[in-house]
């Protein structure tokens, strides 16, 4: 949980570099809190007509801001540029191209981001 709430707390911190971990522990999390609110809204009977419930739509904006300072952080760390987030506006092949940034390693050392996360930690 502890990488989830560091995400949180940099939630509109778009520059510098997120590690592996750190992306994938909040992705991690973000599923399963996404699930439990979804089971909830079911029992409580709040689901809209899409299907989506109150407070998962609640929860997803909360959320979306950190979400997307996590994934330009986790580019940076591989020396790319968060433009390679427009990527996802080309379905599935966008999608697992991103997906193969995120799973790599991250530069060692300095690059033009900022300092390796995994030295400061």
């Given at each position: ?60 904006l909360l959320v979306l801001l950190p979400t997307w300072a996590v994934q330009f952080r986790r ?47």
């Amino acid at each position: 949980m502890d990488w989830y709430f560091k995400a949180l707390r940099n939630y509109v911190g778009f520059r510098g570099r997120a590690r592996r971990k750190e992306y994938w522990m909040f992705f991690l999390v973000n599923i399963i809190l996404t699930f439990v609110l979804t089971v909830l809204d079911k029992l409580l009977g709040w689901e809209r007509t899409g299907g989506e419930g109150v407070l998962t739509t609640i929860y997803g904006l909360l959320v979306l801001l950190p979400t997307w300072a996590v994934q330009f952080r986790r580019l940076h760390d591989t020396d790319r540029s968060a433009w390679w987030l427009l990527l996802t506006l080309i379905p599935i092949i966008g999608w697992l191209i991103l997906l193969a940034f995120y799973c790599q390693k991250g530069n060692e050392g300095e690059n033009r981001f900022g300092p390796d996360p995994k030295r400061e930690s």
